[in-house]
Structures are given as C-alpha cells and as structure tokens.
Nanobody, 124 residues
Framework: QVLLVESGGGSVQAGGSLRLSCAAY????????MAWFRQAPGKEREGVAS????????YYTDSVKGRFTISQDNAKSTLYLQMNSLKPEDSGMYYC?????????????????WGQGTQVTVSS
C-alpha cells in the first residue's frame, strides 16, 4: 500500500488561492492514477481532479474546470492541486488518493490508498 501525506490546506476568502501537496511513499507501480477528492460535512466524498501519471493526462470535475490544476513532480513523488478563484462551496476535507483504475477515473472505487486529509475553508 502507498502512504500518502497531504499538506497545504487552510482558510482563505472567496476568490483566493491555495496549493495542496501530497507526498507519496511506497510502491506506486506505473501505470497509475493519482487524484484529489473532497468531502464536505454531510456530503459524499467526490472526485475533484485526477492525473494518469504515465502520460500526464488530467481530468477534472466540471465544477472546478478552469480554476483548479492538478500536477505531479515525479522526481519528488509529490502530487499538487493548485486552487484558484476559490468559492465557499469548495470548502471541505481534501484527500489525496492513489489507484490502478482506468485513466481519468474519479470514482472512489478505483483508488485503494488514501491520505489523512487536509481541511480547506473558503469564507464568503
């Protein structure tokens, strides 16, 4: 199993930016997906963005397209999520995930390793 450690969450006003990081330790075994999920209180955990590491292709849920960017530094085994133009509805616990599902998956079922989460709070 892959150990994932997130950092970079915090509180920001609407319109602001945050950058999340996720360090990966252990056997990632290409090809694989890395992704960011989020969960607001009382809601299901939803996929926000994923990257198919072999080709660097990225996928986003519609609500964050044009505002969020997922990227990976392979040399550092670190995943990033740059979040711009943040909205209050972006608030929640953000989780990093690793899995061997199909490219572009944002389904929880396709990810077997999860980080502990980092909180993002956007105030209006």
């Amino acid at each position: 199993q892959v150990l994932l450690v997130e950092s970079g969450g915090g509180s920001v006003q609407a319109g602001g930016s945050l950058r999340l990081s996720c360090a990966a330790y252990g056997p990632t075994y290409s090809p694989y997906n890395m992704a960011w999920f989020r969960q607001a209180p009382g809601k299901e955990r939803e996929g926000v963005a994923s990257i198919y590491v072999r080709f660097g292709t990225t996928y986003y849920t519609d609500s964050v397209k044009g505002r969020f960017t997922i990227s990976q530094d392979n040399a550092k085994s670190t995943l990033y999520l740059q979040m711009n133009s943040l909205k209050p509805e972006d608030s929640g616990m953000y989780y990093c995930a690793h899995g061997w599902g199909p490219a572009g998956s944002l389904s929880r079922a396709d990810f077997g390793s999860w980080g502990q989460g980092t909180q993002v709070t956007v105030s209006s």
